[in-house]
Structures are given as structure tokens and as C-alpha cells.
């Protein structure tokens, strides 16, 4: 009886480890454009748990698209948690997000975690970002993925979503 108590509470512990928490995020494609400055806000679509931490991780045409500043409009997600390498490879960029306090962020559905301005030069090419989630960055080993965790360090089922408008300011 103890043997079976013991593995039902180990199954229980692992499974709500790996499965569970679930969030969509989106990001437009460029679409037909002028050139000049771009923004692509990316959005939490839905979401079921609190964040502790996320990294994204996005590709672009660097001929086309030369990434400029990201701005975070959201008071869930305050500047200066955020750590960004917009160059970090050759058409690549990560933003990481660490909540300092070690909890959970809620935020809502529909919220705008961050918007990304690039300089759009060629508005004859079209050069969406995509989203990157399992790739060894450039010269290394380990991967780099778009990922979401909870404070606990349970990672995020994710559905990521190219689409929509482009927004131009």
C-alpha cells in the first residue's frame, strides 16, 4: 500500500511539473510597409498561471530588418528586469525577463509584454520575425528557446502565433 501511495504521489508531483500551465503569444507579421521604423508588440494572448520568468527568442532578415530599442508598456513587466541582446547572433535576438522579486506576475490576456522597433529598409521585401524555440546558439552548445516559466520553474505549454498586422508608427 505504501509502494502504491508513493508512486501515485510521484506520478501526481511529475505530471503537474511538465504539464499544465499554457499560454499563446503572438506576434505580427511586417506585411506591406514603408520604410523606416516598424514596431512589433508581442502579446500575451491567453495565459493560465503566473510568470517567473520567459525568454523570447525571435530570427529576422538582418538585410531587411536592423533591430533598434524594445520598449515595455506593461507595469507587470518593469524595464529594469529585462535583459536584452538584440544582436545576439547573425539575425537573432533574445529578450529575457526575471521577476527580481521571485514570485509570480500575473498578467492578463490581451497585454502587450513588449514592442520591438527595428528599422525597416526595403519595403519591397517582406521579412517576418520568427519565432525560435529550440536552436544551440551561434558557436554554442546549449539551445535558446522562446519558453515561459512559473516561479517554481514549471515551464509553459506554448502556442506561438506569426500573424496579424504589423503595426507602423
Known amino acids: 500500500m505504501k509502494k502504491a501511495i508513493l508512486f501515485f ?4 508531483i511529475s505530471t503537474s511539473l511538465t504539464f499544465g500551465q499554457t499560454a499563446t503569444l503572438s506576434l505580427p507579421d511586417l506585411g506591406e510597409q514603408p520604410a523606416g521604423s ?3 508588440p508581442i502579446t500575451i494572448d491567453t495565459i493560465d498561471d503566473g510568470i517567473g ?10 538585410t531587411v ?6 520598449t515595455y508598456p506593461d507595469p507587470n513587466f518593469p524595464r529594469d528586469e529585462w ?5 545576439y547572433g547573425e ?3 533574445i529578450l529575457t ?7 509570480n506576475t500575473n498578467p492578463v490576456p490581451g497585454e502587450v509584454i513588449c514592442i520591438i522597433e527595428f528599422i525597416y529598409s526595403d519595403e519591397s521585401a517582406f521579412s517576418p520575425l520568427i519565432w525560435e524555440t529550440n536552436k544551440p546558439g551561434p558557436g554554442k552548445s546549449e539551445k535558446v528557446m522562446t519558453a515561459l516559466w512559473t516561479k517554481l520553474g ?5 502556442k506561438l502565433i506569426d500573424g496579424s498586422i504589423g503595426v507602423s508608427q
Open 9 to 12: 504521489s510521484m506520478l501526481f
Open 65 to 70: 530588418l536592423t533591430p533598434v530599442d524594445v
Open 53 to 62: 520568468t520567459f525568454q523570447i527568442f525571435l530570427e529576422f532578415d538582418k
Open 91 to 93: 539575425g537573432e535576438l
Open 83 to 87: 535583459m536584452n541582446n538584440l544582436v
Open 38 to 40: 516598424v514596431f512589433f
Open 97 to 103: 525577463w526575471l521577476n527580481s522579486e521571485g514570485t
Open 154 to 158: 514549471k515551464q509553459f505549454t506554448l
